[in-house]
């Protein structure tokens, strides 16, 4: 049961920035497989779907902020616009979690993985972490 496949996640020009998407697609794949159990009635799978949730805003936030570091190492002149992502991101999957402790509402999580994250995913990938990635990477090859 997979949602994301590799090859539908882009890949930038920084490899840590391909590690830690890599790594969020395996977690939604994992939450997703964890959805359909609990659907199906698998109360034990239905029980991992709150940890791994706060794992993905840990490990949403810790690579944010790497990206963040990165971006104001070299100067990245749009900063704010992604870093204004970055937090709007974190605040969504803020109350994701709280809806889910309210009212393990699977079908909704499960829309939320199939009509926004997954997309938000990729799209920001595609755009955001593109053109952040290109001009890091550039900033790098200038100072070495």
């Not at 969504?92 to 926004?116: A, S």
Request: hydrophobic fraction near 40%; include cysteine; glycine fraction near 2%.
């Amino acid at each position: 049961m997979t949602l994301l496949k590799p090859e539908q996640i882009p890949t930038v020009g920084l490899d840590f920035m391909n590690h830690d998407h890599a790594a969020a697609a395996e977690q939604i794949n994992t939450l997703y497989r964890l959805l359909r159990q609990a659907r199906a009635g698998d109360k034990a799978s239905e029980q991992q779907i709150e940890p791994l949730l706060t794992d993905m805003y840990a490990h949403s936030q810790s690579h944010f902020a790497r990206e963040e570091a990165e971006m104001l190492r070299a100067g990245f002149p749009a900063y704010s616009c992604h870093k204004d992502e970055h937090e709007r991101v974190l605040e969504e999957l803020t109350q994701v979690l709280l809806q889910w402790q309210k009212d393990q509402h699977i079908e909704r999580l499960e829309d939320y993985l199939n009509t926004t994250l997954c997309d938000w995913l990729i799209n920001h990938i595609s755009t955001m972490d593109t053109v952040t990635a290109m001009f890091v990477g550039r900033y790098n090859h200038s100072v070495a």
